[in-house]
């Protein structure tokens, strides 16, 4: 098969570390791993991409297993605006191979 | 910039009518877009184009035909619409990949919700 997998769901509290797991066993050698986060009612927003290394930006870190099986989206210190689906995803290939995961929702908690 | 624009936001429509969703982006990108989305499915890509004149299927273009005329708009049409097409649709464009293959981040509308009676 060639999706992601995540957990449905999750909680944090605020201000805690929040680690978004997602396995992508079947993904090939050249797929990207994308991360994309979406709230109620509005279109999905990019969080964070890469390929073999782990990555950091702004928003959050990307750790990508050596094997690239899996991968996990950290969010430092989640806050209640960081409630949101997120979906795990991998783009690749010439002609656009893009799958999304079916995506984890979630709630952060005061 | 406006971003990514898609018209209309609601429709409603009766079995076999047909209808075009119009998505509009003043980024100048190359790459436009168009998925689905329904509950518990996530995103699905329909249709995707990768410049103006092109355009290639992606994991679900059954019952929808696209046009890129022109850079900035990418159009999905539904013929005879069905209500297996009842859905939430998304557009979103992106600069190309790059010669490696990486894809760069791309850029959502704000959705069209459609129902089909």
């Known amino acids: 098969d060639a999706k992601t997998t995540q957990p449905n769901s999750m909680e944090s509290n605020e201000e805690e570390p929040v680690h978004l797991p997602c396995n992508h066993s079947t993904i090939s050698g050249t797929d990207y791993i994308h991360w994309y986060r979406q709230l109620p009612s509005q279109g999905p927003e990019y969080v964070i991409h890469?390929?073999?290394s782990n990555v950091n930006n702004r928003m959050a870190s990307l750790a990508i297993a050596e094997d690239r099986k899996s991968s996990t989206l950290i969010l430092h210190r989640a806050t209640l605006r960081d409630a949101a689906v997120y979906y795990c995803?991998?783009?690749?290939?010439?002609?656009?191979?893009?799958?999304f995961g079916k995506g984890t929702k979630l709630s952060v908690k005061p | 910039n406006a971003g990514v624009t898609q018209t209309p936001k609601f429709r409603v429509l009766k079995t076999g009518q047909s209808m075009t969703l119009l998505c509009a982006q003043d980024m100048n990108h190359e790459y436009m877009y168009w998925y689905r989305q329904d509950p518990g499915m996530g995103l699905r890509l329909i249709h995707y184009?990768?410049?103006?004149?092109?355009?290639a299927k992606g994991e679900v273009p059954d019952g929808y035909n696209v046009s890129r005329l022109k850079k900035q708009n990418f159009l999905l049409g539904l013929e005879s619409a069905a209500p297996s097409q009842t859905s939430v649709y998304f557009c979103?464009?992106?600069?190309?990949?790059?010669?490696?293959?990486?894809?760069?981040?791309?850029?959502f509308g704000p959705g069209t919700r459609l129902t089909v009676l």
């Open positions: 184009s990768v410049g103006e004149g092109t355009t």
């Open positions: 979103a464009s992106s600069y190309p990949a790059d010669g490696a293959g990486e894809y760069n981040e791309q850029f």
């Open positions: 995803s991998r783009f690749g290939g010439s002609q656009g191979n893009l799958i």
């Open positions: 890469g390929l073999t």
